[in-house]
């Protein structure tokens, strides 16, 4: 896991929206929620690895665009009736400024 | 009179449904014969245990199910003694012990203990966060467990399993119902209706799990998870076993009364001992016990009329129906459906309505009925099923209901008008039709309400409360306006998509936020189905003033263009009337080449579609396309998409009218209009009509003598030919018609309601009156329609591609270079 990285201001992440981290190991979506939150997930959905940073974001959960899964923000977990998970990242907002922390995926055996 | 000391003394063992109301039949019959007592182990009056479902799914309160409350007992003398529960019947004494040790005597016994929950013997059943649904005490706790945690697991797939899941999932959790059978409420419905049920409940977020055993339940100090005979486990931290009932007689028997699944009564409710009667769940009648209020509630009636000693009823036995109390869901089943030799069915499936029905007939008969989907008809084959009428002359068309075998027209409120008196609307009351109009008409009855005090009718399940809305609008003709039964608009609200259109004009609703908070949303931002709804709603409602949200929309309509499976985009500049240039063209080609596009596709609407464009790339490549003249061509949008347009008068041969000239006129008024769902168009030059318009929203077919309008066509998922609106003269005319639909159609239709589909719920007729009759409202329509273009038309590409809007969406927000 990497140290905390300073990534830009929460201003630039629209409030129920996403932007996207680009990393050589693929696109981490950056979630903020009405009340500020941030949230970081790896920008690929569970079911057929849809762009998450590009669903509706509604409290602590966004709907993947193609064919809306919803996905816990907080826990990557695929919520009911659907299954799957999502490899999140720590993710931290100080002074109006993001951090993140990129965690390597753990290879599935 | 018989005056208070030499009154016979009535004891009542159980303060419940069938207890009361047999009290309630009894002082209707005899006020003065009892002094009565009643005993209940709940510390509650009594209330109507049904509701306990909604009340679960926060629908309703304990307050609003009450149904006889301290001071009913009060006013009516009835020494009610909640709380207490009674452990011993002396019949020696003739004496009932609390568990206190209080003795009380008895002239007459009346036992109405009901019955409990079955509590599958599995290890570890006696966890806390193992309960049964039955009472209110159970519902607390499942409310409770729904606040402090996550996974529910409901054991059962029936009809109390699949309300106690309901309820617990619209509390919040996240439920798995797990059924031993592969079919759900396979005792009221036979597999397809089964799986119809299952996949609306599955769309509403319920996971299943069947067939499945389960064979122990895991956790230490609570309940942690459920294991399966297959071995798999579930985590669960609370589990509700909705197995079934088991009648309540441990009391009966011990006191030496004959048991057997039930306390043995026989047609007048008396047990073996002449001085105790019984009825309700408790009780066995001809080897059958009953689990649902209509037959308890007949049981009452003949068991009162014993007890005033007015000693001619008998009770027979029950047919019973069913409904399930999920709302949304319709759902009725009656009678006997299991398939046989001598038996044959009538089916009737509509997948794109959601509708299934299936009639069992024997010997020319109806034996059993299940319906999904459309249930208005339920009691009436319900009537003839208990009347065992002969319906073989009705056979062909019995299938459509009482409306279409001329028994009454099309709408509900008409095969309400075909039914005959006798015709039963309350099954759980047994209240008939011609009872409800009698008290509206005697007692000058308005409401709901006034039929519910007066009738009974819709206060138990309150399934029937449609039918009696419709009883009560037949009966006063006009004065009555009833709310037609309503869809919510999704899972985040009761309200419909109509009732939100409504008050945000009536509240003068202006934002998102607004409207949730006015409407009293149940979810914190709503969901991808309301979102999009509501932002759709406000900028129709308010155009150029209320400032559209974009985290609201879709991706599409967002970034204005569409998102392909690999996350890339289709860029589709529009080409009015499908008409392009060579200029165009090159531009194109061009485009296509600098950015490396993948692929380049004509779509159906006539124009020409650059796939796999990648985010980024977007503002450059509509800047290229702007600078060729070129503008958006909203192919993501729910709006105004094409209008497909024939050669017409201009080369072919046979074109009466300019129809590709026409063509272009209307796009060129309409582009950039949001609208409900997506709306494309169709002008054909004459009736050979090569652009296809008659499988469109709106098309347009042009003759020597002018222009027939049709519109409510449909060619995707649905295919549906057009319909004839009318027929205009000139160029001008047809524009104002087509644009005075479509504003009329943005301000009735619900948000991805296709045009078609809004006709159909609206009618046809109701469109043609306001838009072709009605020259006035048509001009109108038009107007508005104008003024909200002018806030509409500004190409939403060369807005981002040149003036910076939403310059955050295209670039991402930092580049890592981690190892
Ligand atoms: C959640 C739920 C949903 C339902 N939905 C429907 C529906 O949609 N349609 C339908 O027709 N039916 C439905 N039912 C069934 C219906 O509620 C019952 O059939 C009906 O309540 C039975 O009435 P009863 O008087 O026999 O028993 P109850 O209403 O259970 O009354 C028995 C009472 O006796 C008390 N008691 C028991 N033993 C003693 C004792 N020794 N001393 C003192 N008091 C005692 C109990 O505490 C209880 O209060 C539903 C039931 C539940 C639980
Ligand atoms: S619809 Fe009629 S006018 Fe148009 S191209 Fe076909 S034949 Fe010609
Ligand atoms: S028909 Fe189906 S697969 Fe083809 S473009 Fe339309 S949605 Fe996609
Ligand atoms: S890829 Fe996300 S729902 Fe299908």
Redesign the interface.
Known sequence: M?GW?E??ALD??????S???????G?IA?FRT?SDEVFALDDRCPH????LS??????KRV?C??H?F?IELASGQA???DEGCTHTHPAKVENGV?W?S?RQAVPVS | MLDKVTKQKLVVIGNGMAGIRTVEALLERAPDLYDITVFGSEPYGNYNRILLSPVLAGEKTVDDIMLNTVDWYEDNNITLRKGETITMIDRRTCEVVTEAGARVPYDRLLIATGSNPIMLPLPGKDLPGVIGFRDIYDVDRMIKASTDYRNAVVIGGGLLGLEAANGLMKRGM???VVHLLDTLMERQLDPVAGGLLRKSL?ER???FKMPAQTQAILGEDRVTGVRFADGTELPADLVVMAVGIRPNFELAKKAGLYCERGIVVSDTMQTYDGRIYAVGECVQHRRQTYGLVAPLFDQAKVCANHLAMKGFATYDGSVTSTKLKVTGIDLFSAGDFAPGPDKEEIVLQDANRGVYKRIILKDKKIVGAVLYGDTIDGPWYFQHLRDGTDVSHMRERLVFGAANLGEGGVSGQSSVAAMSDETEICGCNGVCKGAIVKAITDKKLFTLDDVRAHTKASSSCGSCTGLVEQVLAFTLGGDYSAAPKVKPLCKCTDHSHDDVRRVIVEQNLKTIPAVMRFMEWK??????SC??ALNYYLLATWPGEYVDD???????E??HAN?Q???TYSVVPRMWGGVTTPSELRAIADVAEKFNIPTVKVTGGQRIDLLGVKKEDLPAVWADLNDAGMVSGHAYAKGLRTVKTCVGSEWCRFGTQDSTGLGIKIEKFMWGSWTPAKVKLGVSGCPRNCAEATCKDVGVVCVDSGYEIHFAGAAGLHIKGTEFLTKVETEDECLEVIVALTQLYREEGWYLERMYKWCDRVGLEQIRKRVVDNVENRKALFARFAYSQQFAQSDPWSERARSGVDR?EFA????????
């Open positions: 990497t990285i990534i830009g630039d992440i629209p409030r129920l929206g932007r996207v981290v680009r990393t050589p190991h696109n950056v009405e057929k690895g849809g762009p590009q669903g509706i974001v509604h409290n709907t665009p193609l809306n919803v919520v009911a009736p993001v993140l990129v | 996240s439920v798995t599955e977020g319920m996971v979810t914190l931002n709503g969901c991808h979102r999009p974009q985290q609201s929309r879709f991706i599409n967002r970034v998102i499976k690999d996350g955050n991402p927000l930092a580049e890592l270079e981690i190892a």
